[in-house]
């Protein structure tokens, strides 16, 4: 089954953190990208910061859409990029995801979600 895997963090704490230990756990990831291929469905993407966001909403009542400058969910997270991973079951996703190396730095997490197949 694909779970889709996405990388989440608060920016406010992960732009706190040391470039020299970013680009720790940066390396840690790219060896996680490797470590884990066989179960990665996709290469990962990374995305822009949530301030470089446009959202397409409902215009409600049948109404033309609206687009607005920003991220659609109002949270003190946002989603940093996210992975498609095929495994077993539930508890194989969540067994990928406890080795994310981001999860090393405060505020971050990583959120697991079956896809509809």
Request: net charge negative; no cysteine; proline share 8%.
């Amino acid at each position: 089954m694909k779970y889709v895997l996405m990388f989440a963090d608060r920016p406010e704490v992960s732009s706190a953190v040391p470039p020299e230990r970013q680009q720790e756990v940066y390396n840690a990831i790219y060896g996680w990208f490797q470590e884990n291929a066989a179960v990665i469905a996709d290469m990962g993407v990374q995305l822009q910061p949530a301030s470089t966001a446009t959202t397409v909403r409902s215009g409600g009542d049948g109404t033309d859409p609206v687009v607005v400058d920003g991220p659609f969910l109002e949270t003190k997270e946002q989603i940093g990029g996210f992975s498609v991973i095929e495994v077993p079951d539930l508890d194989a996703a969540l067994a990928v995801a406890r080795t994310w190396p981001g999860l090393a730095i405060d505020g971050v997490s990583v959120e697991v979600r079956p896809m509809v197949e």
